[in-house]
T-cell receptor, first 113, second 112 residues
Framework: NAGVTQTPKFQVLKTGQSMTLQCAQD?????MSWYRQDPGMGLRLIHY???????DQGEVPNGYNVSRSTTEDFPLRLLSAAPSQTSVYFC????????????FGEGSWLTVV | KQEVTQIPAALSVPEGENLVLNCSFT??????LQWFRQDPGKGLTSLLL?????REQTSGRLNASLDKSSGRSTLYIAASQPGDSATYLC???????????FGDGTTLTVKP
């Protein structure tokens, strides 16, 4: 039972570098999303997708891009890393957007220096 | 804009005690409310999901209630154990945007 798999677990970037956080789920879920979790600010939605080929912005989308070419995969791209993007990133999925259990990945710890 | 508040932010209890965690939300137009557990360095694990038409859900020693009209939910943990130590978050799925709003969580410590 893989569930939601995120890679890498830990990453250190230099300011201005780009990278992609990978997220894959094997539950045939239509709805996938990316959150960042910061002390004192809780979980904030970055981008989400309601199905392959469809993405939309969440609460804090600036500096991030997403795409959804398949049902299984939902990568998050940091275009030009900034220290303000130092955070823990979580990918989540659910069957659809109308009220099913949300499953989270284990998180990706990103430090931008 | 939906706001979710969890009080207290931290709670420390002796083993065996029954306890209640609180979650309040400002907009009652929700599909459901979920309670999650988060262990240090880990992702969130769903504990209970209450649909907007339901009043409560139970799983083992956990019982969650929902009063949508007053914008409140409680998570009751019976006979607490040290293994229950974690951060507990609630999240509401809003009908108007189809997105979830999370509380900041209550960090629970159960002392042996």
């Amino acid at each position: 039972n893989a569930g939601v798999t995120q890679t890498p677990k830990f990453q250190v970037l230099k300011t201005g570098q780009s990278m992609t956080l990978q997220c894959a789920q094997d539950m045939n879920h239509e709805y996938m999303s990316w959150y960042r979790q910061d002390p004192g600010m809780g979980l904030r939605l970055i981008h989400y997708s309601v199905g392959a080929g469809i993405t939309d912005q969440g609460e804090v989308p600036n500096g991030y891009n997403v795409s959804r070419s398949t049902t299984e995969d939902f990568p998050l791209r940091l275009l030009s890393a900034a220290p303000s993007q130092t955070s823990v990133y979580f990918c989540a999925s659910s069957l659809d957007r109308s009220g099913n259990t949300i499953y989270f990945g284990e998180g990706s710890w990103l430090t931008v220096v | 804009k939906q706001e979710v508040t969890q009080i207290p932010a931290a709670l420390s209890v002796p083993e065996g005690e029954n306890l209640v965690l609180n979650c309040s939300f400002t907009d009652s137009a929700i599909y459901n409310l979920q309670w999650f557990r988060q262990d240090p360095g880990k992702g969130l694990t769903s504990l209970l999901l209450i649909q907007s038409s339901q009043r409560e859900q139970t799983s083992g020693r956990l019982n969650a209630s929902l009063d949508k009209s007053s914008g409140r939910s409680t998570l009751y943990i019976a006979a607490s154990q040290p293994g229950d130590s974690a951060t507990y978050l609630c999240a509401v799925l809003n009908t108007n945007a189809g997105k979830s709003t999370f509380g900041d969580g209550t960090t629970l410590t159960v002392k042996p």
